[in-house]
């Protein structure tokens, strides 16, 4: 028998609390602090929430259980799929300073170009 998908089963999670709770989507959006699309996206497993804030309110909001607070949160992390660690975007406040930059060393043109300056200067100033 093949395992049900993990964005359907965090959906009928949500969904079945929804129900449960016997409240509209415009009422649970109210409380939860986001759009009742939004919440009716993820009730029929279109979208998945990227922040689980959003997931812990919804479960308040229907008065769920400590165990189905843990439930969602478990199907909500299988749901999101793993994390990619480089593509998340570190705050500016946390990120290292950037490095400085590297000077290179002056070419040898750069260095004639100086040493035929310095002659001039010094063969002007003898005058």
């Known amino acids: 028998m093949p395992k049900p998908d993990p964005v359907m089963r965090f959906a009928t999670?949500?969904?079945?609390?929804k129900l449960r709770s016997n409240r509209s989507y415009e009422a649970l959006a109210r409380r939860v602090g986001t759009s009742s699309?939004?919440?009716?996206?993820?009730?029929?497993?279109?979208?998945?929430?990227?922040?689980?804030?959003?997931?812990?309110?919804?479960g308040r909001a229907c008065g769920a259980t400590d165990e189905e607070?843990?439930?969602?949160?478990?199907c909500w992390?299988?749901?999101t799929g793993p994390v990619d660690r480089f593509a998340v975007e570190v705050p500016a406040a946390v990120r290292p300073?950037?490095?400085?930059?590297?000077?290179?060393?002056?070419?040898?043109?750069?260095?004639?170009?100086?040493?035929?300056?310095?002659?001039?200067?010094?063969r002007s100033v003898q005058r």
């Open 97 to 122: 300073p950037e490095p400085a930059p590297v000077l290179r060393r002056p070419t040898r043109f750069v260095l004639l170009l100086l040493a035929v300056v310095a002659y001039l200067a010094r």
């Open 37 to 58: 699309s939004s919440l009716h996206r993820y009730c029929r497993g279109v979208t998945v929430p990227s922040d689980y804030d959003v997931i812990a309110r919804f």
């Open 77 to 79: 992390v299988l749901a």
């Open 69 to 74: 607070a843990a439930d969602l949160l478990h």
């Open 13 to 17: 999670r949500l969904h079945a609390m």
